[in-house]
């Protein structure tokens, strides 16, 4: 298995990939952090006065020290989440297109050693996109927001737990969804349109017509920018435990500013999309056990 592993991780080196992807992943988790930063700094000034002070005072908090940089993160951190589900189609859907896999399971004592070792290799490579993206988004965030309003050391510590555990299941979420599909091109571009375009009409719509505040909560990518974006929400009290008297209608707002419209909590929105992992993970893994490699 360490041999394998090892072929795995000099496999993925050898190629563009990984730094390709990285790139804009650093590049979008700083910006979108920055501007949102600049945003949120002055977060009170397009809150509601007496929802600012509905809220402060129920947090024990001046409005003036919202932990605002936590929204920052939120939208830096999501929006690079993104190119890891990417590098993670290509794990298997790339070596099919490349006319690689014949090579990596025959070399292999069977499919199942093989594709373990990938799973393994590609846990890692999420665990480091997630260190990369959380630096990026927090560098943004440290330039544009307040020191009072920026998040505490433990929040700090969330957020790089969160982000990074956000990255390792997206990462297999994209290695899942190129497995069944066995093709990059099909796979990044119907996940793309899904998660940034589809998905998000549908929440709106949902929200807006139907009062339906609930669906981002259970969707594939409302739940992957949960697990970080829910912690922001969290501490406005628009998710886990809810601020008495807060209306529906402001909190969904505060999750959607926050990047986790429709979150329950940072942990029922990483539990769901473990599901959502483990669906798509498992039928790409039962799907290469039987598949043709001529």
Do not use: C
């Amino acid at each position: 298995m360490g041999n394998l592993i090892k072929a795995e991780f000099r496999k993925t080196l050898t190629t563009k990939s990984w730094w390709g992807l990285m790139i804009p992943a650093v590049l979008f988790g700083f910006l979108f952090a920055l501007g949102w930063g600049a945003v949120t700094n002055d977060f009170s000034d397009f809150l509601g006065s007496s929802d600012t002070r509905e809220i402060t005072g129920a947090l024990g908090i001046q409005a003036g020290e919202l932990p605002v940089g936590l929204l920052a993160l939120g939208h830096g951190v999501n929006i690079g989440t993104m190119f890891p589900v990417i590098f993670g189609v290509f794990a298997l859907a790339g070596e099919y297109s490349k006319k690689t896999i014949t090579t990596t399971f025959l070399t292999a004592p069977n499919r199942v050693s093989a594709l373990t070792a990938k799973m393994i290799t590609y846990i890692a490579w999420g665990a480091i996109y997630g260190v990369v993206i959380v630096g990026a988004a927090s560098l943004g965030t440290v330039l544009t927001v307040s020191g009072e309003r920026l998040p505490s050391a433990s929040q700090w510590l969330g957020v790089l737990g969160a982000g990074v555990l956000a990255t390792v299941l997206a990462t297999l979420f994209g290695i899942g969804v190129g497995a069944v599909w066995n093709s990059v091109v099909g796979s990044v571009i119907t996940l793309t349109i899904y998660m940034l375009v589809v998905e998000n009409v549908l929440v709106f719509v949902s929200f807006g017509w139907m009062d339906i505040t609930w669906l981002g909560g259970v969707l594939p990518n409302g739940t992957v920018n949960g697990i970080v974006g829910a912690i922001g929400a969290e501490a406005f009290g628009a998710a886990g435990v809810k601020v008495p008297g807060l209306d529906d209608e402001t909190q969904w707002f505060l999750q959607y500013i926050a990047g986790a419209p429709g979150a329950f909590s940072w942990w029922a929105s990483a539990l769901i999309f473990f599901a959502w992992t483990m669906v798509f993970f498992v039928g790409g893994w039962a799907a290469n056990q039987k598949r043709d490699i001529t």
